[in-house]
C-alpha cells in the first residue's frame, strides 16, 4: 500500500486533487455546532483541510479552536483566508499532537488513516480530551474494501473499536447529510471514559 504520509497528502492537495473537500461546512457537524451554548470550550479539529467546520465555528463565537493538519497547504490557506486570533494553526502528525480538549470534531480523518492506525486513533482521541470530553462528528457506513483512502467501515466494527475508551452516547445513521453522503455517513457522539 502507498505510503500515507505528510507528501502524500501535501501532494493531493498541490495536485488539487481532493475530492473530500465540500468547500463548506457539512451540515451533520454544522447542525451540532448550533446546538452548543458554551462558545468558552476548546475544540481540535484533526485532520482539518481546508477548514470550513472552524470557520463555521469562529462565525458562531467560538473563541479556542485547534485547526490540524499534516499538510502545508491547507495549515497555510485556513490562516490567511481565516486568519482568526481563535485559531491556533498546527501543522503536524496529529499522533504527536499534545493538548487538552473539550471537544474533537471527526469529519473524514479517520477514514484517511490506514485501519491498523484506528486503535491507535482511538487511544491518542481519548488522551487529548478533558476528563468528560466529547468526540463527535461522522464516520463512513460502508464495508472496508478500498487499498486507499478514504476506509470505511460498519456500526458493528466501530462499536467494538471505540468502547473501550469511550461512552457511545450516539452511533447512528446520519439523516442529514450533504446529498453526495446520504446514507454513507453514521453519525458519532462519544463520551471520553474516565
Ligand atoms: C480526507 S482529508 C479531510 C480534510 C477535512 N477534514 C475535510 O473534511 O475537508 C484528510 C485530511 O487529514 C490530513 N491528515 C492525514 N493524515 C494525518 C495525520 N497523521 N495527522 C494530521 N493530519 C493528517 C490530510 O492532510 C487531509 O487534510
Redo the contacts with the bound molecule.
Keep these: 500500500m502507498i505510503k500515507?504520509?505528510?507528501q502524500?497528502?501535501?501532494e493531493?492537495?498541490t495536485n488539487n486533487s481532493?475530492g473530500?473537500?465540500?468547500g463548506k461546512v457539512?451540515t451533520p457537524l454544522k447542525n451540532y455546532i448550533d446546538q452548543l451554548t458554551d462558545k468558552d470550550i476548546s475544540i481540535l479539529?484533526?485532520?482539518?483541510?481546508?477548514?470550513?467546520?472552524a470557520e463555521y465555528l469562529f462565525n458562531s463565537g467560538f473563541k479556542n479552536i485547534t485547526i490540524?493538519?499534516?499538510?502545508s497547504s491547507?495549515i497555510k490557506y485556513a490562516k490567511e483566508k481565516i486568519a482568526l486570533p481563535c485559531c491556533n494553526f498546527v501543522q503536524?502528525?496529529?499522533?504527536?499532537?499534545n493538548g487538552k480538549y473539550d471537544l474533537i470534531l471527526e469529519?473524514?480523518?479517520f477514514?484517511?488513516?490506514e485501519p491498523r492506525?484506528r486503535e491507535s486513533y482511538i487511544k491518542k482521541t481519548h488522551q487529548l480530551l478533558k476528563d468528560n470530553g466529547r468526540l463527535v462528528g461522522v464516520l463512513f457506513n460502508f464495508e472496508n474494501k478500498l487499498n486507499g483512502?478514504?476506509f470505511g467501515g460498519i456500526i458493528t466494527e466501530y462499536i467494538k473499536l471505540f468502547e473501550s475508551h469511550f461512552k457511545i452516547i450516539i452511533m447512528e445513521s446520519c439523516y442529514n447529510s450533504v446529498k453526495e453522503r446520504q446514507d454513507k455517513e453514521i453519525f458519532i457522539k462519544l463520551m471520553k471514559k474516565i
Design positions: 500515507l504520509d505528510q502524500y497528502w501535501q493531493r492537495y481532493i473530500w473537500d465540500l457539512s479539529i484533526p485532520g482539518a483541510g481546508n477548514a470550513y467546520e490540524l493538519d499534516i499538510a491547507p503536524q502528525d496529529f499522533f504527536d499532537h469529519q473524514t480523518f477514514c484517511a488513516l492506525f483512502p478514504p
